[in-house]
């Protein structure tokens, strides 16, 4: 395990001693700590840990406050209450304000231990639940595609591409489509090079697009936020299944050809916390390497 945990009690010897079990046992890093609840809002939406140990009772606003106040933004960000207090009435509150474990005065070791490991099983848990959801989203929308026409389309391979990246759902996806419609001249039999446009032309295009055909109203800067993040995820996608298998055959083929392969390397060391840096992306690269990939 190797976490960012963020450590709010009001008691400074209670963080000495679970910064150090955090520390010793090797369950990741304490990034920030604070006796307050009132500050510590602000920099758990600033540094956004892993996980949040924070005491039950605190001066100014208490635990239950602060993450009834932080869980509609983080919405899984886990949450580990610390109290001497037993009642169960303040328990089940805790327990509805969006506290998932907990853990008693005094500090125990074990305990500690022992309910890291079960947040890190729920973590990870997730991870395949949301995964799964992603793949079947992603062979849905190939489904509902293929059975709604009756001849190939000629974007079918950059969607296959999008899937093995696992980003066919993302929003930014059909941006992406209408980008590649444009170069390949699917829309005016002009087939075009994507390094001939700024992407600030390619985007307003998209924009054009969305208003002609479908009388919506989209603005560049949305659209190019959208592509940012869709290939920024496939970023991040693709350098998880380098960590797994340095060998699989998407990695293989997409780290270089879609992403600049020393940025992928940044990437995964960013998402092996080995690193403070992520890797950047390029997105006329991706486009143009997208156009490659669906002629080989």
């Known amino acids: ?52 140990i924070v005491d039950l009772l605190l001066p100014k606003i208490d635990g239950i406050t602060l993450v009834t106040q932080l869980k509609p933004e983080f919405k899984d960000m886990p949450f580990i209450m610390i109290s001497e207090v037993h ?8 327990y509805n304000s969006g506290i998932e474990f907990y853990i008693n005065k005094p500090i125990n070791v074990i305990e500690v231990i022992n309910v890291v490991k079960r947040v890190d099983e729920k973590l990870k848990m997730k991870k395949v639940i949301d995964s799964f959801q992603s793949a079947f989203m992603s062979m849905q929308s190939l489904s509902d595609e293929g059975t709604s026409k009756h001849k190939s389309d000629p974007l079918d391979g950059a969607r296959d591409i999008l899937s093995h990246l696992g980003i066919i759902s993302d929003a930014g996806t059909k941006d992406i489509l209408y980008i590649i419609e444009f170069i390949l001249g699917l829309d005016d039999g002009i087939r075009k090079k994507v390094l001939d446009y700024r992407l600030s032309e390619l985007y307003t295009y998209v924009s054009d697009k969305y208003e002609r055909e479908k009388g919506e109203i ?44 020393r940025e992928v390397r940044k990437e995964m060391e960013f998402l092996k916390r080995k690193s403070k840096e992520r890797g950047k992306i390029n997105i006329k690269k991706f486009i143009a390497g997208l156009i490659l990939e669906m002629n080989r």
């Open 1 to 52: 395990m190797n976490y960012n945990f963020y450590l709010i009690d009001d008691d400074i010897s209670v963080i000495s001693i679970l910064s150090k079990i955090i520390i010793s046992q090797k369950l990741g890093d304490v990034i920030g700590k604070d006796t307050t609840g009132e500050r510590a809002i602000s920099e758990i939406k600033r540094l956004k840990p892993d996980i949040v």
């Open 218 to 261: 989209v603005n560049e800067k949305t659209i190019e936020q959208r592509i940012r993040r869709t290939i920024g995820q496939g970023l991040e996608n693709i350098s998880e299944l380098g960590m797994d298998d340095y060998e699989n055959l998407y990695f293989e083929r997409y780290a270089n050809s879609l992403f600049d392969f």
């Open 87 to 94: 009642a169960k009435d303040m328990v089940s509150k805790a």
